[in-house]
């Protein structure tokens, strides 16, 4: 298990991507991909509204990226660094991509998959089960997300 504060620096990086969404007034939500030895290999922000792509979620655009960096879309060793809980389709990928670990700041109560509504990535039915480190700068991830929707609403 790793400790919450290593992933601290690999946040800030994803928080960075995340405020980098509202320029496309989309939501603001940021993901990184670090690599085993900690190369930062993949990053992402919501395009859902700039690409019109309902798959075009920050996990998903960074998980791609690191794939192409890789030349595998096996992720094997490679932790994936995200503001917000994953949804199930999130989830799913990096499953699918067996990633080591999903590390995420704030708790998604209405869409998460890695723990708040459901726990998509330790199903023991799947043949992978990533490690979770939960709540990594939570506050500041949920006060990006909570400025946004106040905007919004």
Do not use: Y
């Not at 096996?74 to 809980?85: D, F, H, Y």
């Not at 991509?97 to 109560?109: L, S």
């Amino acid at each position: 298990m790793t400790a919450p504060d290593q992933w601290l620096e690999p946040m800030r990086l994803a928080l960075a991507e995340a405020r980098a969404a509202l320029a496309t007034d989309d939501v603001p939500v940021g993901a990184v991909v670090i690599s085993p030895t900690g190369e930062l290999i993949g990053v992402g922000h919501n395009i859902r509204e700039l690409d019109h792509d309902p798959t075009g979620h920050a996990e998903v655009v960074a998980l791609r990226g690191a794939a192409v960096a890789l030349g595998s879309w096996r992720l094997t060793g490679c932790t994936l660094v995200v503001t917000l809980e994953p949804c199930t389709m999130c989830a799913g990928a990096a499953v699918l991509a067996r990633v080591e670990r999903i590390v995420f700041g704030a708790f998604d109560e209405k869409a998460g998959a890695v723990g708040s509504l459901w726990d998509v990535v330790r199903d023991r039915r799947l043949n992978h089960r990533p490690e979770v480190v939960a709540g990594v700068l939570a506050d500041e991830s949920a006060a990006l997300l909570d400025g946004f929707f106040a905007q919004h609403r």
